[in-house]
């Protein structure tokens, strides 16, 4: 039996937690279970400003904010170098951390404010539960870097790329197998290589390191490439569950692709 709440994780800076906005309404409006949002900024100073913004459309009971504390930061900021975007920073490896910040929550789903929820996320979460998944994802196609490495560390398998926008995280199950730390070695071979090792920063090492563990969701629950794609099938947009803007044509800018979607 499925439990009815359902946690769910943001990681956000202070440049994009005004867009938890639209996100967050849209799971409120559309999702019949409890919800918990759990939200890892990169300083403490962004609390009072988030608190302000989740004040506007939910209590207080129904979100916790926690900021990554000066070692973990100064950690990601060492690790990072500018793989494919000069306008992110070290906080996007946040996303390896934020098990850790939410240990009391068995299961959780991590999204991103690129996204919105357009129906019930019940049934997600009751394949979740039914299932145990301990770890899932959306099937995409990531970058030769990728794919490339995945090749060479497992040439017996036919590797798959997961969107890392939509997760499902076991935090028990992340924390018992030292997930934290796998990703952490894979993010440090890519800052040695360059950034050769893998494309898509923590996106990039979790597909690496935790390949053999991620289990394939159904692709509504992630309906990807909003943010860079004018030619997605309508039809393919209706069925959606989770829309994802991807890419740099994100839904708030004056050049943002499928705005008619981005509505509560």
Sequence with gaps: ????????????????????????????????????????????????????????????????????????????????????????????????????????????????????VKSDLAMLWNEIMEKDINLGAVNYKNGSNTLNTLAKLYPERQNKGYNAGVMIVDTEFWIKNNFTTLCFDVIIKQKESNGKYYDYYAEG?????????????????????????????KHILDKAVILHWNGNSKPWKENGLYRSYYVI
């Excluded at 916790?64 to 990072?80: A, C, M």
């Design 1 to 116: 039996m499925a439990t009815k709440l359902i946690p769910i994780c943001f990681v956000v800076d202070e440049n994009i937690y005004m867009f938890l906005e639209t996100v967050c309404k849209s799971i409120i409006k559309n999702v019949s279970l409890t919800i918990h949002f759990c939200i890892l900024t990169n300083k403490e100073e962004n609390i009072n400003n988030i608190e302000r913004l989740m004040d506007t459309f939910s209590n207080k009971t129904q979100y916790t904010i926690k900021s990554l504390t000066v070692e973990h930061d100064e950690y990601l900021k060492s690790l990072y170098i500018p793989e494919q975007r000069v306008d992110i920073t070290g906080f996007v490896y946040s996303q390896i951390l934020f098990p850790e910040y939410f240990s009391n929550f068995k299961k959780i789903l991590f999204l991103e404010p690129d996204q919105i």
């Design 205 to 233: 090492a979790i597909n690496i390191a935790l390949q053999t563990h991620i289990y394939e969701l159904d692709s509504i629950y992630n309906t990807v490439n909003l943010g860079w794609n004018p030619d997605i099938p």
